[in-house]
Nanobody, 130 residues
């Protein structure tokens, strides 16, 4: 079992920056995918960015446009999402999630079956005001 706990959310004005964190504990695997997802009010949850155990990153380009950066500190078992140039439409609950990594052709996107993220944090609220 893997436990994920997000922190670092808050309120910021448009154009500002924020970094959210996700601390992982429990039976973490040596080969994994971790991702950031978000859900805005009245909308479906969407993927933001992903990283595997080797540090390879993947972004949902239509959402990110180079404003967000995913990273990890393996020594601290912590995942980060640095968000810059924030916009009001970035307002959402941000979740981190984890699943196993299935090899070089796996870009860590959310999928089905074994490609579905099966560990989730409780989320942290990010609010961007105009």
């Amino acid at each position: 079992q893997v436990q994920l706990v997000e922190s670092g959310g808050g309120s910021v004005q448009a154009g500002g920056s924020l970094r959210v964190s996700c601390a992982a504990s429990g039976h973490t695997h040596s080969s994994y995918c971790m991702g950031w997802f978000r859900q805005a009010p009245g909308k479906e949850r969407e993927g933001v960015a992903y990283i595997n155990s080797a540090g390879t990153t993947t972004y949902e380009d239509s959402v990110m446009n180079g404003r967000f950066t995913i990273s990890q500190d393996n020594a601290k078992n912590t995942l980060y999402l640095q968000m810059n140039s924030l916009k009001p439409e970035d307002t959402a609950i941000y979740y981190c999630a984890a699943r196993s990594f299935w090899g070089t052709h796996d870009y860590c996107y959310q999928g089905v079956g074994r490609y579905e993220y099966n560990y989730w944090g409780q989320g942290t609220q990010v609010t961007v005001s105009s």
